[in-house]
């Protein structure tokens, strides 16, 4: 469905007006996605999760430098394409809430995404009341501006958008933050529900615990890099079916786990990353 | 001893959040603070630390009000340390605003040197949270009001920020409360466990 083949990506860092640096963000990523999976991302924060998604999406600024292929479909993923796809087959859930229009109200904003997905202005209209009906928003925040909804019922306006657009590759990123258990649940529930509709869906996160229940696979990132990819039925008890050492001391350190770092993560060449970080 | 005193809060045009509500924290304990979305934990929080007023009621710190000036001996610490800090000034200003910590105290919260002449907006949220922290623990500083600070850290740096607290607090009987929704963090690092609904405290 997706493959990400050999990802790179490096970003300028202005060490002064005049010295431009490179920073590595991704470094050779490589991944494949299959329809019908929830793939979960985990990873530290600054581990290049968000900016996966970007590079799949094509919305990286200008000076970014990207190496390396994307494929989706067995077809080349270039910027043509992804210009072509954006917002109809491939749908991103952005994690920053500034991405709603503050000018709009919530129905129409939907409606605007499943018009932008190819139904008609009736029909659009339509599903958008759908959508936001099954993610429990009520007719005042239908009829809101985005200034005036809770972060959680922002979340889940742009959840419905991705939702009534169609795609085919859904990627949320960090779609469960600031909300309360219930409504992790119920957000977390409904990508759950997109991928068995067969679609694929990249579940981008730094809270393990709760991508697993619903995840099917899980990749683990570390500085722009693939650490490991497992199934999520690997993380139970102590993980020893883990391989690598840094998705065992992710797993121990939580707190329902061990909330220790075991010897493993104390490896000298972690400690070593760390001190160069 | 941190005392909260029958306090009464309410936000204008609004039902009452917090109803007669009485909390005691002594020095060296840490107690957790559980509750729904919008139930006032963080309410309660900032009105011990003196960011509110309490309609009714008091907050007293070993028996006196809170000092109106100065490093209040009440920190709070807030979910987003991205909005804590000036964004113009470089890291190193913002821990020194308070306090000089020693390079021995950087490393314990794996502050790194580097960071201090960088701007906050190129720490990552995890890395940023741990010089907040840092911040508010000058010498003068006795209670600490934690507000949600791990929810957007992975489990590693989680772990790591609350080893580096602990650690600190035992040395020094600092008085902690956790603000939480994840009861298994509040297992692992409170002794007592106290739930806010409906304006009111009641022990787990």
Avoid at chain 1, 130 to 148: C, I, S, V
Avoid at chain 2, 64 to 75: C, H, R, W
Wanted: aromatic share 6%.
């Amino acid at each position: 469905m997706l493959t990400i083949d050999q990802l790179s990506l490096q970003l300028p860092l202005y060490a002064s007006w005049w010295k431009r640096d490179w920073a590595t963000c991704l470094d050779a990523f490589s991944l494949t996605l299959s329809p019908g999976e929830v793939h979960a991302v985990v990873g530290a924060s600054g581990a290049g999760k968000s900016l996966l998604a970007y590079s799949i999406m094509g919305l990286l600024p200008t000076p970014a430098r990207l190496n390396g292929q994307l494929y989706y479909q067995g077809k080349p993923l270039d910027d043509i394409r992804q210009r072509q796809l954006r917002g109809r087959e491939l749908a991103l859930i952005p994690q920053s809430l500034s991405a709603l229009d503050p000018l709009v109200r919530t129905q129409r904003q939907v409606a605007w995404a499943a018009q932008r997905a190819g139904q008609s202005s009736a029909h659009a209209w339509r599903s958008s009341q759908q959508a936001l009906d099954h993610y429990q928003l009520d007719a005042r925040a239908q009829q809101a501006y985005a200034h005036e909804l809770s972060g959680g019922m922002a979340r889940r306006v742009l959840t419905a958008m991705a939702h009534v657009s169609q795609a085919k590759l859904v990627i949320a990123d960090e779609p469960s933050v600031g909300l309360d258990p219930h409504q992790r649940q119920r957000v977390l529930a409904a990508l759950r529900g997109l991928a068995d509709q067969g679609k694929t869906v990249m579940l981008i996160t730094h809270d393990l615990r709760h991508a697993l229940p619903i995840a099917d696979r899980v990749t683990i990132m570390r500085n722009g890099k693939r650490v490991e990819t497992a199934p999520a039925n690997a993380f139970q008890g102590t993980g020893d079916s883990l391989t690598h050492d840094y998705s065992k001391a992710l797993w121990q350190a939580l707190p329902d786990n061990h909330f220790s770092t075991s010897e493993t993560s104390r490896t000298p060449q972690l400690q070593q990353e760390a001190n160069v970080a | 001893m941190l005392k909260a005193h029958q306090l009464r809060f309410q936000f204008a045009n609004s039902a009452p959040l917090l109803r007669a509500l009485s909390l005691t924290l002594n020095a060296g304990q840490w107690l957790g603070l559980s509750g729904d979305s919008g139930a006032g934990k963080s309410t309660l929080g900032k009105l011990l630390a003196g960011y509110l007023a309490p309609q009714t009621g008091a907050v007293t710190l070993d028996g006196a009000a809170l000092p109106k000036s100065g490093v209040q001996p009440v920190q709070w610490l807030p979910q987003s340390p991205e909005l804590a800090v000036n964004p113009r000034w470089r890291v190193g200003k913002i821990l020194r605003e308070a306090w000089t910590p020693s390079d021995a105290q950087c490393q314990a919260f794996g502050v790194q040197p580097s960071w201090l002449s960088r701007f906050p907006q190129s720490l990552s949220g995890g890395e940023l949270q741990r010089v907040c922290v840092l911040r508010a623990l000058a010498p003068e500083v006795r209670f600490l009001v934690a507000d949600e600070i791990s929810t957007m850290l992975d489990p590693i740096t989680q772990l790591e920020l609350w080893q580096a607290l602990k650690r600190e607090a035992e040395q020094r009987q600092l008085g902690v409360l956790v603000i939480s929704h994840d009861s298994a963090l509040l297992e692992r690092l409170c002794p007592q466990r106290l739930h806010l609904s409906d304006g009111q405290l009641t022990s787990i």
